[in-house]
């Protein structure tokens, strides 16, 4: 198993709690901005919106490396796996002006 399959599955592991009424998903970023692929995990607490995102590797943006360690996290798990492309980005639908959590407001 390659030496980033090992971190992906620890760092996986240590945030993969299965907690009671919580759902968990992992997520797949093809980053063009940075040239790399992201895995991260998602941890909703039931009836809540996104609660935790946890980052757990980073990766150059090689096809052939991405493939394999992709397998070695599907040999580990049998969680859905969401795949998104920065190239395909999402408008949320309307611009945003008042968001008091990210300093998006006057006053």
Sequence with gaps: MLSESKDLIENFDK???RKYKWRYKLLVVDNHLFNCYSFFL???RYGDKLLHSYDLLQIPHDEKLYQQVLTDLKAHTQLSIEFR???KLVHPGRE???DKNHGHYSG
């Design 15 to 17: 945030h993969f709690l």
């Design 85 to 87: 492309d920065t190239h």
């Design 42 to 44: 998602q941890a909703y």
């Design 96 to 98: 945003i002006t008042v």
